[in-house]
């Protein structure tokens, strides 16, 4: 994998299937490095929910950059997922489902110059997507395909 080149990887993240370049690996250094309030108190809701209902371990599920492994991108099913915000989203819950390890990386983000973030309302669409993509998973996971785990093969799955 190319992560090497961009960050010094310890032996776990280097066979992740996703790789997080997150903000929140202190729970207060986002807050630190001067991110709002309100999307903060966002992000740490839209990561517990999905961390929660996906049962993964990461922080922050919605960070800004991704590492995607060959692997991953031979694994999951785009052919359902949306062609927009939620596509992230999306393929977050399908890694899981294909017992794909998910692993956050540490970085710093610098929110005092001119950025791009999600606002408020597109906020609370994720929100509803988010909890659309956890009841899928669930159902998923007792066989009960819908959505973007309808035509994910049984062959991924360990």
Same mark, same amino acid.
């Given at each position: 994998?190319?992560?090497?080149?961009?960050?010094?990887?310890?032996?776990?993240? /280097?066979?992740?299937? !996703?790789?997080?370049?997150?903000?929140?690996?202190?729970?207060?250094?986002?807050? /630190?490095?001067?991110?709002?309030?309100?999307?903060?108190?966002?992000? !740490?809701?839209?990561?517990?929910?999905?961390?929660?209902?996906?049962?993964?371990?990461?922080?922050?599920?919605?960070?800004?950059?991704?590492?995607?492994?060959?692997?991953?991108?031979?694994?999951?099913?785009?052919?359902?997922?949306?062609?927009?915000?939620?596509?992230?989203?999306? !393929? !977050?819950?399908? #890694?899981?489902?294909?017992?794909?390890?998910?692993?956050? #990386?540490?970085?710093?983000?610098?929110?005092?110059?001119?950025?791009?973030?999600?606002?408020?309302?597109?906020?609370? #669409?994720?929100?509803?997507?988010?909890?659309?993509?956890?009841?899928?998973?669930?159902? #998923? /996971?007792?066989?009960?395909?819908?959505?973007?785990?309808?035509?994910?093969?049984?062959?991924?799955?360990?």
């Amino acid at each position: 994998m190319i992560f090497q080149q961009y960050l010094p990887l310890d032996k776990d993240l /280097r066979w992740a299937a !996703i790789l997080f370049w997150a903000t929140a690996h202190d729970l207060l250094q986002p807050l /630190r490095d001067r991110m709002d309030l309100a999307r903060y108190s966002g992000n !740490i809701f839209l990561s517990t929910n999905g961390r929660i209902g996906l049962g993964l371990p990461a922080r922050d599920l919605f960070p800004g950059f991704r590492g995607y492994s060959r692997t991953f991108v031979e694994t999951i099913d785009i052919t359902n997922t949306s062609q927009n915000y939620f596509f992230s989203c999306e !393929i !977050i819950a399908q #890694a899981p489902f294909c017992n794909l390890k998910i692993c956050p #990386a540490p970085v710093h983000c610098d929110y005092k110059q001119e950025h791009t973030s999600m606002n408020l309302p597109k906020g609370g #669409a994720v929100l509803l997507h988010t909890c659309r993509n956890i009841l899928q998973y669930r159902l #998923a /996971r007792l066989n009960m395909r819908h959505g973007i785990f309808k035509l994910l093969s049984k062959t991924h799955l360990s």
